[in-house]
C-alpha cells in the first residue's frame, strides 16, 4: 500500500533535498496531463536505459507504452514504478533524476491517470474497521457514565500501537485475556455504581421499584451505554436480568446490576460501532448516522462517550449542520474534558509518553531528578492546552515567545525570578528558546542516555513536523562511531561527514543532520550549553535547499516559514487519530482542503479541528474493499 | 480430571513466602480398576525471549557434546549445566526481509515462535500466523484451569512507530493466537497473581446461583455478538470473532472450574503489590508467578517476554548506563560489546533464578524442572549485524526425561529454528508435520 505521506515527502526523498519545503514558483504542471504527450518522453529519457526493449531489468519494460489505455490495461506496473519513485529508489543513486517539475508532472499524471484521483469527482471517505475502546477510552467513559473516576482499565493489558496511535481499528486486537477483565470490569463497577450515592442518582433515574421503573432505568443507561437508541428486543431481552433476579429472590439492586454487567460487557458498548447499509459494497458511500457523528466527535475530542447536547443534537439530526458542528466543536473544545487531546493525542503525536520511560546518566546529568521529569512534561502540556484554550495559531508549536514553567524548570531554564512549584506563563523573549522544539521534554524523549542525538533529532522534526519521515536506513549500514571519546575529540561534525560520503546515506542524512545540529545547544535534557568538554558547540547548519542558519532561532525562523508543510503534517496527525485509521492516498483531497482552510484562518487550531470534523473522511464512509 | 481423589486445598504447601500447590501422583486420576495411574507428571512448555540479540563471542560453547565449560554469560547457570542444552546454528529465516526491507527487530520477535513472515503494514491488514505456545494451548490447554499464561515486563510501546514500517503489534506480542491476533501480555505480576489464584468458588447456593448469573451475562452478550456479526463486513467481521473466542473460552474455564477442585491462593502467601521499580525485582516477581502457575498445574504453556525486541532500556542499576539496543549496534568497538554481554549476563542471572526454583520443587522421584522444557532465547544473533541464522538458543529442563541435558549441540547452517518445536510438541503428544517454516525435526535432542 502506498501511503500519502510517501506521496507528500516525494521531492525530498528523490532529491535528497528540503527542496519541497519552499514554496514552489515553477511553472505549475500541465492541468490535464496524458501519458503520450507528457510523461512518454521522461520515462524515455530517465527509465529507458534500464527498462527498454532488450534485457529489461527486473523484467520490467516501460518504453513499449504508448498512451493512457495501454497504461491502464497494466495499472499494477505502474503503481510500482509510482511506488519505487516516490520512495525515492528509482531512478537508482547515480543516474540522472526527473527535475522537480518534470516530477511534478509525472506525479499530477500518476494521480489523474493512474490512481485515477480527482478531488472534484466523488471522494473515497475510506472506511474505518470497528474498534473498541481503547484504555483512555474505557476509563473515560465509564467516568462520564457511571460518574464515578476509578480508571477500572489501568489493569488492562496495554493497546498496540499502528500509525503513531493506540486507538486504531485495525491494530485494537481483543484477545481472551482482555474479555476476561472486561467481565471482571463489569462486576466491579455495577458493585461500585450501586453502591456509590452519586452514580446511583445518575442510574437511579425513578426511585420506585417495579417493572416499569426498571425498563426506565435500564433504557437509559444502555442507550447512553450504547451511544444510540435501543433496537426493537434489546430493552426486553436486558430486562430478563430483573426478572431472573426476582425469580431467585434476589434484590431489584441485583436485576439491575446484572443488567448493567451486561450491558457493559455487551459488544454495543465495548466497539464503537458503526454500520454500512451494505457492509460488502466499497461502492455505497453513505454518510454515517448523526449518534455515530456524535461519537466520532467526543471520542476524537474527549476520548469519551457524547454527552446530553451531543445526543439531543443526534436525537434532533441536527448535528451534521455546519453551524451546529462547528458551534459543538468549539464548545468540546472549551471543556476541561478536551484535556484528553493532550493526554492521548499530544502524548503520541509529540511522543511525550515516552519520557517516563527516559533514563538519562546521573552522573552526567546530576540534576535530572523526578521532579524536573514532572516539569519538563507539565510545561508541553500546558503549553498543548494553552493552544487549545486560547485557540492560538499552530504556529506557535514552532516558535513562541511564551512557555510555561515552575521554579524547579526556570532553573533548568536559566530564567530568574521564578518560585514555587505552581506553573505559569513567562517571556522567552530575548532567550534561546520558543516552541515546543525547545522544550525540555521534546529535547530529552530525543536524546540517547549519555548524549544528545542529532539523528534523532532531525528525524523527529522531519516526522512530526515537517510530514516528510525519511525512509528507514538501509539494512548492514554500520552506524556512526559515536563514542565518548570520539564526541569528545571534538570531530562530530566530521564524523557525521560520513553520512554524507556514502550516498545510500547522504540523500537522508542531509535532511535530518542539520536539523539536529541546530539543536546541538540543547544537552540530552535539555538544558542550555555553549560547550561540550572542550570543544565548543557548533550549531550552525545549512538546509539542503541553502538556506543556512546559526543557532536555533535562526532555524526556528526558517521552520517556521514551511507553516504550510506543518499544517499538512499536523492535520494527517490528528485525521488519523480521529479516524482511528491511516491517512490514506485517496484522503489527500480532504487534506488539502484542511490545508488551504487553515491558512485562511491565521492558522488556529479550532479551525483544523472543526475542519476535520466536516470533512469527508470524518462524516461519511463506504463498505470494504474498493481501490488500494 | 473429575476424579481427583484429594482436594488440593488439603496439600496446601509452603514455598519460602508463597505457598501453591505442588502436583503430586495421588492427584492423578485413577485408572478404571481404581489403581493409581502411573506417575507421570505432565510437562510443561514455556518460551523466553530477550530482545537485540546477544555478544555471541560469550555465548556459545567452545565444543560440541558434553557441557564442560561454560562461556562467560552462561556462568550464573553453572549450577544447572547438566540441565541445560545449548543449540547452535538454528536460524529464523522469516525474521529476514525476504524483500520488506529493515524492521529486523520486529519480524524476529513477530517470527521467533510462528515461523512466519509478518506483513509489513503500520496497522491495516496485520497478518502473521498462530505462534506455536498458542498452538499447543489451543491442543492441550483444556486439561488445565489456564490455556496458556502470557508475562512479561514490557507492555507495548506507548507512541510512536515500532520499527521501520512494522505495528508495534509485531514487536509488542510473542503469542499469536491466530494469524491476525495477538495475545497480549500481563506486565503486573499482581495482575497474574489474581488472575491465577481468583476467589473460590464455594459449593453452596449462592455460588451456583453466581455461576448462573455469569452464564446468563455471557449468553446475553454472546448472541448480541452474534447479531451484530451479521450486519457487519469482513473486516469487523474479524474483530467480532475475536470477542467471541474471548467468550467462549470464558465459558470453557467456568465449565472447568465446575469440574475441578478449587486452586487458592493460601493465607499469608505474599501477593505481588504491583509492578516493582526494580527490573530485576520484576522479572522474578515474574518468574515466580511463572513458576506457581506450573507447580499447581494451572497451566502448562506460557511465554514470559524479559523485553521487547528494539527495547532500549536502560540497564544502569547493572552496570550499564546507555540504551540496550544503542549499545547493541556495537560496531565492533570493544566497550560496547562488553556492555552487551554485561546485559546478557544479566538476563541469564534471571533465568538462573527461575531455574533455582523449579528445580527446588520435587515432582515424585524428579523436579520440576525436570519435566519442563523451558526455551531461553533471541530472534537476532548478533545485534549489529541484524542475521538471524546462528541464534542464541538454550533448553532447560529434561522434558519429562526425554531430552538429554548437559550438551551442546550444533546444526547444520540454516536448520530453522522452528524444528525445535517439532520436536517439543511431540513430547506433549502434539503431532504434526510442520510448523511454520519447519523442515523435519531435530536429530540427537535425545541422545
Redesign the interface.
Known amino acids: 500500500?502506498i501511503?500519502l505521506r510517501n506521496l507528500l515527502s516525494l521531492n525530498c526523498v528523490l532529491f535528497g533535498l528540503l527542496a519541497c519545503w519552499p514554496v514552489r514558483t515553477h511553472a505549475a504542471p500541465p492541468a490535464k496531463p496524458t501519458f503520450a504527450k507528457d510523461v512518454a518522453p521522461l520515462v524515455s529519457r530517465y527509465c529507458g536505459k534500464c527498462h527498454g526493449p532488450t534485457k529489461p531489468k527486473g523484467g520490467v519494460t516501460l518504453t513499449a507504452f504508448t498512451d493512457d489505455a495501454a497504461v491502464l490495461k497494466k495499472r499494477a506496473v505502474w503503481e510500482q514504478v509510482a511506488d519505487n519513485l516516490r520512495a525515492g529508489d528509482m531512478p537508482p543513486p547515480g543516474k540522472p533524476r526527473p527535475s522537480p517539475i518534470e516530477l511534478d508532472t509525472i506525479n499530477a499524471w500518476l494521480d489523474a491517470v493512474v490512481f485515477q484521483m480527482d478531488c472534484n469527482d466523488k471522494r473515497d471517505p475510506g472506511?474505518v474497521?470497528?474498534r473498541?475502546l481503547n484504555r483512555a477510552e474505557y476509563n473515560n467513559t465509564i467516568r462520564d457514565l457511571v460518574g464515578i473516576n476509578f480508571q477500572p482499565a489501568n489493569?488492562f493489558?496495554?493497546?498496540?500501537?499502528?500509525?503513531?496511535?493506540?486507538n486504531?481499528?485495525?491494530?485494537l486486537?481483543?484477545?481472551?485475556?482482555?474479555?476476561?477483565k472486561y467481565?471482571a470490569a463489569?462486576e466491579k463497577i455495577s458493585e461500585k455504581a450501586l453502591a456509590s450515592p452519586e452514580a446511583r442518582k445518575r442510574i437511579f433515574i425513578v426511585t420506585t421499584q417495579n417493572e416499569e421503573s426498571a425498563k426506565q432505568i435500564l433504557e437509559r443507561f444502555a442507550v447512553r451505554a450504547y451511544r444510540r437508541p435501543l433496537r426493537r428486543d434489546e430493552l426486553r431481552?436486558l430486562m430478563?436480568?430483573v426478572e431472573?433476579a426476582e425469580k431467585?429472590r434476589?434484590s431489584f439492586d441485583t436485576g439491575i446490576g446484572?443488567a448493567m454487567?451486561?450491558v457493559l460487557?455487551?459488544?454495543?458498548f465495548?466497539?464503537r460501532?458503526e454500520?454500512?447499509p451494505r457492509?460488502?459494497d466499497p461502492k455505497t458511500i453513505h454518510p454515517i448516522s448523526h449518534y455515530e457523528l456524535a461519537s466520532r466527535l467526543s471520542y476524537f475530542l474527549w476520548s469519551s462517550m457524547p454527552d446530553d447536547e451531543l445526543f439531543e443534537l443526534a436525537r434532533k439530526k441536527t448535528l451534521r449542520e455546519p453551524e451546529v458542528l462547528e458551534k459543538q466543536v468549539r464548545r468540546m473544545l472549551k471543556d476541561p474534558r478536551s484535556r484528553a487531546l493532550v493526554d492521548n493525542f499530544a502524548?503520541?503525536?509529540l511522543?511525550?509518553?515516552?519520557l517516563k520511560?527516559f533514563?538519562p546518566?546521573?552522573?552526567l546529568f546530576p540534576t535530572f531528578d523526578e521532579k524536573l521529569r514532572a516539569a519538563m512534561l507539565r510545561e508541553t502540556e500546558q503549553f498543548f492546552e494553552n493552544i487549545i484554550h486560547e485557540d492560538r495559531s499552530i504556529l506557535d508549536f514552532i516558535d513562541s515567545d511564551y512557555t510555561f514553567v515552575n521554579e524547579r524548570l526556570a532553573k533548568h531554564y536559566g530564567l530568574s525570578g521564578v518560585k514555587g512549584e505552581q506553573f505559569r506563563r513567562v517571556s522567552l523573549t530575548g532567550t534561546p528558546r520558543g516552541g515546543i522544539l525547545t522544550q525540555a521534554a521534546v529535547l530529552s524523549v530525543t536524546s540517547?542516555?549519555?548524549r544528545t542525538s542529532l539523528v534523532k533529532r532531525g528525524k523527529w522534526i522531519l516526522d512530526n513536523i515537517l510530514g516528510t519521515p525519511p525512509p528507514?536506513?538501509?539494512?548492514?549500514v554500520?552506524?556512526l562511531?559515536d563514542?565518548k571519546e570520539a564526541v569528545l575529540s571534538g570531530s562530530l561534525r566530521q564524523r557525521t561527514e560520513q553520512h554524507r560520503a556514502n550516498p545510500n546515506c547522504a540523500t537522508c542524512h542531509q535532511r535530518m543532520d542539520p536539523l539536529g545540529f541546530g539543536f546541538e545547544n540543547f544537552d540530552a535534557i535539555g538544558g542550555w550549553r555553549t560547550r561540550e568538554g572542550k570543544h565548543a558547540i557548533d550549531s550552525t547548519g545549512t538546509l539542503p535547499s541553502g538556506q543556512s542558519f546559526k543557532g536555533p532561532s535562526e532555524l526556528r525562523t526558517i521552520l517556521k516559514k514551511r507553516q504550510d508543510a506543518f499544517a499538512r503534517c499536523l492535520s494527517e496527525k490528528l485525521l488519523t487519530y480521529a479516524l482511528g485509521?491511516?491517512v490514506e492516498r485517496y484522503d489527500r483531497c480532504a487534506i488539502d482542503d484542511i490545508v488551504k482552510s487553515a491558512g485562511k484562518d491565521n492558522y488556529k487550531f479550532s479551525r483544523l479541528v472543526i475542519d476535520i470534523a466536516k470533512s469527508d473522511p470524518f462524516q461519511k464512509r463506504r463498505?470494504?474493499g474498493g481501490k488500494k | 480430571m473429575k476424579d481427583l481423589h484429594v482436594s488440593r486445598r488439603a496439600v496446601l504447601k509452603g514455598m519460602g513466602a508463597m505457598v501453591a500447590l505442588p502436583w503430586l501422583e495421588a492427584m492423578m486420576p485413577r485408572t478404571l480398576l481404581g489403581a493409581p495411574a502411573p506417575a507421570l507428571a505432565p510437562r510443561r512448555m514455556a518460551f523466553m525471549y530477550v530482545p537485540n540479540g546477544i555478544d555471541m563471542a560469550n555465548w556459545t560453547p567452545a565444543a560440541e557434546g558434553a557441557l564442560a565449560t561454560l562461556p562467560a554469560t552462561m556462568q550464573p547457570l553453572a549450577p544447572f549445566q547438566k540441565d541445560l542444552l545449548v543449540l547452535s546454528g538454528l536460524t529464523l529465516d522469516k525474521a529476514r526481509?525476504n524483500g520488506d526491507?529493515?524492521?529486523?527487530h520486529a519480524r524476529a520477535m513477530a517470527s521467533f515462535l510462528t515461523g512466519r513472515q509478518a506483513r509489513k503494514?503500520?496497522?491495516?491488514?496485520?497478518r502473521l500466523g498462530i505462534s506455536v505456545d498458542q498452538f499447543a494451548a489451543q491442543k492441550i490447554g483444556h486439561l488445565t484451569r489456564f490455556a496458556s499464561l502470557?508475562i512479561g515486563c514490557e507492555?507495548?510501546?506507548?507512541?510512536?512507530?515500532?520499527d521501520?514500517?512494522y505495528?508495534?503489534?509485531y514487536s509488542?506480542?510473542l503469542a499469536w493466537?491466530t494469524e491476525?491476533?495477538?495475545?497480549?501480555?500481563?506486565?503486573?505480576p499482581r495482575?497474574v497473581f489474581e488472575?491465577l489464584f481468583s476467589a473460590p468458588g464455594k459449593s453452596d447456593d449462592k455460588a451456583a446461583?453466581r455461576q448462573h448469573?455469569?452464564q446468563?451475562?455471557?449468553d446475553?452478550?454472546g448472541?448480541?455478538?452474534r447479531q451484530?456479526k451479521s450486519?457487519?463486513?469482513?473486516?469487523?467481521q474479524r474483530?467480532?470473532d475475536?470477542?467471541l473466542?474471548?467468550?467462549r473460552?470464558?465459558e470453557q474455564r467456568l465449565d472447568r472450574v465446575e469440574k475441578t477442585v478449587d486452586v487458592v491462593a493460601p493465607a499469608g502467601a505474599a501477593r505481588p503489590t504491583g509492578v516493582p521499580k526494580d527490573y530485576r525485582e520484576h522479572l522474578r516477581l515474574m518468574a515466580d508467578m511463572l513458576v506457581l502457575a506450573f507447580q499447581a498445574d494451572l497451566t502448562r504453556v506460557a511465554t514470559f517476554v524479559f523485553a521487547n525486541d528494539g527495547s532500549n532500556?536502560?540497564y544502569?542499576d547493572y552496570g550499564v548506563?546507555?540504551?540496550h539496543h544503542?549499545m547493541s549496534?556495537h560496531?565492533g568497538?570493544k566497550?560496547?560489546k562488553a556492555k552487551v554481554q554485561k546485559i546478557n549476563q544479566f538476563h541469564i542471572e534471571q533465568v538462573a533464578y527461575l531455574l533455582g526454583k523449579l528445580k527446588s520443587i520435587k515432582e515424585g522421584n524428579a523436579t520440576l524442572l525436570d519435566n519442563c522444557m523451558l526455551v531461553y532465547g533471541s530472534g537476532i544473533s548478533d545485534g549489529?549485524?541484524?542475521n538471524h541464522n546462528d541464534l542464541p538458543i538454550l533448553v532447560a529442563g529434561k522434558g519429562g526425561g526425554t531430552l538429554k541435558t548437559g550438551r551442546h549441540i550444533r546444526y547444520a547452517k540454516e536448520t530453522p529454528l522452528m524444528n525445535l518445536y517439532l520436536n517439543m510438541l511431540d513430547r506433549l503428544d502434539i503431532h504434526v508435520d510442520s510448523f511454520g517454516d519447519s523442515k523435519g525435526r531435530l536429530a540427537s535432542l535425545e541422545g
Open positions: 500500500m501511503r472506511r474497521t470497528i473498541r489493569d493489558p496495554q493497546d498496540d500501537v499502528g500509525y503513531g496511535f493506540d486504531i481499528g485495525d491494530v486486537s481483543l484477545p481472551p485475556l482482555l474479555m476476561e467481565l463489569a431481552r430478563r436480568f431472573m431467585n434476589d446484572l454487567q451486561a460487557a455487551s459488544p454495543h465495548l466497539f460501532v454500520i454500512d457492509p460488502d502524548g503520541q503525536w511522543q511525550l509518553r515516552t520511560e533514563k546518566d546521573p552522573d540517547n542516555p549519555t528507514p536506513p538501509p539494512p548492514g554500520e552506524e562511531k563514542d485509521r491511516g463498505g470494504k | 526481509p526491507g529493515p524492521g529486523d503494514t503500520h496497522g491495516a491488514d496485520i502470557e507492555g507495548g510501546k506507548s507512541s510512536g512507530n515500532c521501520s514500517g505495528s508495534c503489534a509488542a506480542n493466537r491476525s491476533s495477538p495475545v497480549a501480555k500481563e506486565v503486573n495482575q488472575r446461583r448469573y455469569k446468563s451475562i455471557l446475553f452478550v448472541e448480541d455478538a451484530l450486519r457487519l463486513g469482513g473486516p469487523d474483530k467480532l475475536e470477542y473466542t474471548g467468550v473460552e470464558i532500556r536502560s544502569r548506563s546507555e540504551g544503542d549496534h560496531g568497538k566497550e560496547k549489529n549485524r541484524h
